[in-house]
């Protein structure tokens, strides 16, 4: 047990009482309440941190767009957005004579930005360009804040960095109205309603329950979408070639795989389903470096887990990291870069397999997770067939807590293209 200024929270490792937080689907456990108000101008009440019957609902809206089936269809325009920032890539790297240094995370976030708005938002990345902006903005604005979450009325005070937070706030705010509502509109017109955010939209009508208005619900949601569906994805993007760049045989072995997959054809939902050595790296990267810090819960009863009981309105936070590093779990080479821990599937790799957790635990898994390893084989896939990369000395390793765990002084890299 720990506070944070009027938090408690319960710090859980115990495999037996991580598999009992997974396995439980009342309703008394759910997201911090804390959530909503400290990260509200993110997060607002979406998906990602409302409870009960509400979250009940938006997980029906939103769940059945990222299944599997769907996310098939939309590999088209990830190739699209990749092959897009890879001829940028490569016009830099010729106009260097064939090597070029380049710090690729902006590019990685632009990409995956691209591949989101377009996806579940009917729109592309130049539309969508100036809300992306605005949420990272949001997102370094509100990391700056983290050490000052729990602190009671602290978001209240008229701080330099809250009047940011709160202008951003009501600047996204606008913006994404506005996208819905030429969105309803051009519906209207042409009766074309199959993405995300015309589901969002009437769910939003449909929504019966009083915690958040048509608009709320709106905002909201397209927040977490926005910010969630591009940004973990984009991130771990970055970490996958960092560790391929620091081990060359296994960025070699993957780059064979998929030359050997393609055959020079234009890449396919297919056959991403036979690159099991990417699979493996991308596991091992979310294994190393996962995106968020911790899977958090909050009593919003009085519950019992394991010989506990634990009083309403503590908090419960489950350490992925450590989790994903524990000896014990996975074996004495716990901290090394191995994707051959996975040749068997994460049950092989990881025992018990509920202590692998990039994606979350229990009925709260992520439910845009389809879309992200799809995603990630996509961009690593067309990365290995065009270029050769390497660390750049400049790069410096500092993984830093911005909401999501990220390369804090950027990845650089040495690309070479391959002839």
């Known amino acids: 047990m720990y506070s944070t200024g009027s938090i408690q929270a319960l710090f859980v490792t115990d495999p037996d009482m991580v598999k009992e937080i997974a396995n439980c689907k009342s309703l008394d456990i759910g997201k911090p309440l804390y959530l909503q108000k400290e990260l509200g101008a993110l997060l607002g009440m979406g998906i990602l941190t409302s409870n009960g019957d509400l979250w009940a609902h938006q997980r029906k809206v939103i769940a059945p767009e990222f299944f599997m089936e769907k996310v098939k269809g939309m590999v088209h325009l990830m190739i699209e957005a990749a092959n897009r920032m890879l001829i940028s890539w490569e016009n830099k790297v010729e106009k260097e004579g064939g090597s070029a240094e380049m710090v690729v995370d902006e590019s990685l976030r632009s990409f995956s930005a691209d591949v989101i708005s377009r996806a579940s938002f009917g729109s592309n990345f130049s539309e969508g360009k100036e809300i992306f902006n605005k949420i990272r903005q949001l997102q370094k604005a509100m990391a700056k804040q983290n050490m000052l979450i729990g602190v009671p ?7 330099k960095t809250n009047r940011e937070i709160w202008s951003l706030d009501t600047s996204i705010r606008n913006l994404i109205l506005n996208v819905a509502k030429r969105h309803h509109l051009h519906d209207s017109v042409t009766c074309v309603n199959n993405d995300l955010l015309h589901s969002i939209v009437e769910g939003a009508k449909a929504d019966p329950f009083s915690s958040c208005t048509p608009e709320d619900f709106i905002v909201d ?8 569906g591009h940004e973990t994805t ?11 760049a620091s081990h060359p045989k296994w960025q070699s072995c993957a780059r064979a795989e998929v030359l050997d997959v393609c055959q020079g054809n234009t890449l396919n939902a297919d056959m991403l389903k036979k690159l099991k050595t990417v699979t493996m790296v991308i596991q091992e990267t979310f294994r190393l470096y996962p995106p968020a810090a911790f ?8 519950i019992k887990l394991g010989s506990l009981n634990i009083p309403k309105g503590t908090n419960i936070r489950i350490p992925i990291a450590l989790a994903h590093r524990d000896p014990a779990i996975w074996g004495p080479s ?4 191995d994707p051959a821990r996975f040749a068997n599937g994460i049950a092989g790799a ?5 202590m692998y957790m990039p994606f979350g635990v229990g009925t709260r ?12 084989k996509v961009v690593l896939s067309l990365v290995l067939s065009r270029f ?4 750049s000395p400049k790069y410096v390793h500092c993984p830093a807590f911005r909401l999501t765990i990220e390369p804090g002084n950027g990845m650089p890299l040495i690309l070479k293209k391959l002839s």
């Open 350 to 354: 990881c025992k018990p397999p509920h």
């Open 295 to 302: 899977v958090t819960r909050e009593a919003l009863n009085d």
């Open 388 to 391: 050769e990369f390497a660390l």
């Open 221 to 228: 949601n397209c927040k977490n979408i926005y910010f969630a």
């Open 365 to 376: 898994t992520c439910a845009g997770q389809n879309l992200a390893m799809v995603e990630l």
């Open 153 to 159: 009325g602290s978001r209240y005070l008229p701080t």
């Open 234 to 244: 984009s991130t771990t993007a970055a970490w996958c070639l960092m560790l391929l």
């Open 334 to 337: 716990s901290d090394r870069f």
